[in-house]
Nanobody
Framework: QVQLTESGGGPVQTGDSLTLSCTASRRIYSSAVMGWFRQPPGKEREFVGLRRWNTGRTNYADSVRGRFTISPGNSPDTVYLQMSNLKPEDTAVYFC???????????????WGQGTQVTVSS
């Protein structure tokens, strides 16, 4: 099973940009779907976006569409979540996840990172 590690979180101001990285323990296979989820304080984990690796097709939650982009990293084991125009409601622990289905359901992903905190202040 692939291990995932997120990095790049931290405190930012409203309107700032931030890029999170997710590094896998091996090359991301073309059959993979890489997802990003987040868990705001006191709330359930929610879908942010996904990228199907072989086609590059993406899907985003309405709340982040147009502001967040999932893209391949600079190495074959990395995926980025590029976030712009950040808002206080984006404050959450962000997780990357590995699966094989283009699904918005967390239960369809088989491997998860430990999460990285993003805090957006107004």
């Amino acid at each position: 099973q692939v291990q995932l590690t997120e990095s790049g979180g931290g405190p930012v101001q409203t309107g700032d940009s931030l890029t999170l990285s997710c590094t896998a323990s091996r090359r991301i296979y073309s059959s993979a779907v890489m997802g990003w989820f987040r868990q705001p304080p006191g709330k359930e984990r929610e879908f942010v976006g996904l990228r199907r690796w072989n086609t590059g097709r993406t899907n985003y939650a309405d709340s982040v569409r147009g502001r967040f982009t999932i893209s391949p990293g600079n190495s074959p084991d990395t995926v980025y979540l590029q976030m712009s125009n950040l808002k206080p409601e984006d404050t959450a622990v962000y997780f990357c996840a590995y699966g094989i289905q283009s699904s918005t359901a967390a239960s369809d992903y088989t491997s998860w990172g430990q999460g990285t905190q993003v805090t957006v202040s107004s």
